[in-house]
């Protein structure tokens, strides 16, 4: 199975790029693993909803432009479907076993194109809360490393 995790601008805090490599590191022995980062869009008025929209679409282009071809896309935003460990391993299963390759897209702080979120098969909300997109990352990581020691029936997973 292919694992793409695309994501907006750069994790900046030293704690929390530690943690993302060791996840990384972790995902790297069960599958393979690529992370794609876009720089995010820079917007001289965050107040202005049209500049904040074409940042978005701008950004939005770069990250679906990125994707594997072929990819089944999953979407992480606040008003996808919540899921437990269980089932999203499940939906991971389902769509390596159907399609090889799974792309994973995390936006800026201003969230993600609606385009992105069109052209996925999936929106997957971690909680109606909203998080940070730097510690998201490590969220989504670490969610990855325990779905595929569900998949691969080891003991991480409690």
Known sequence: MQLTLLTVGT???????EALAEYVKRIGALADFRE???????????D???KVGAALTSEGEKLLAAAPRDAYK????????????EE????LRTAGDARGKIALFIGSS??????VKAA????????????????????VAE????????????????
Do not use: N, W
């Open 88 to 91: 999203l391993a499940a939906c």
């Open 120 to 139: 996925c098969d999936l929106r997957l909300s971690f909680s109606r809360l909203t998080f940070p997109h730097q510690l998201m990352r490590v969220m």
């Open 74 to 85: 999953i979407a992480l935003c606040v008003e996808g479907r919540e899921m437990t460990s």
């Open 143 to 158: 969610s990855l490393y325990r779905s595929l020691t569900i998949i691969a029936g080891k003991k991480y997973h409690k």
């Open 36 to 46: 794609v980062t876009i720089p995010e869009t820079r917007i001289t008025d965050e």
């Open 48 to 50: 202005d909803p049209r």
């Open 110 to 115: 201003h969230g993600l194109a609606p385009a």
């Open 11 to 17: 994790v900046k805090e030293p704690y929390l790029r």
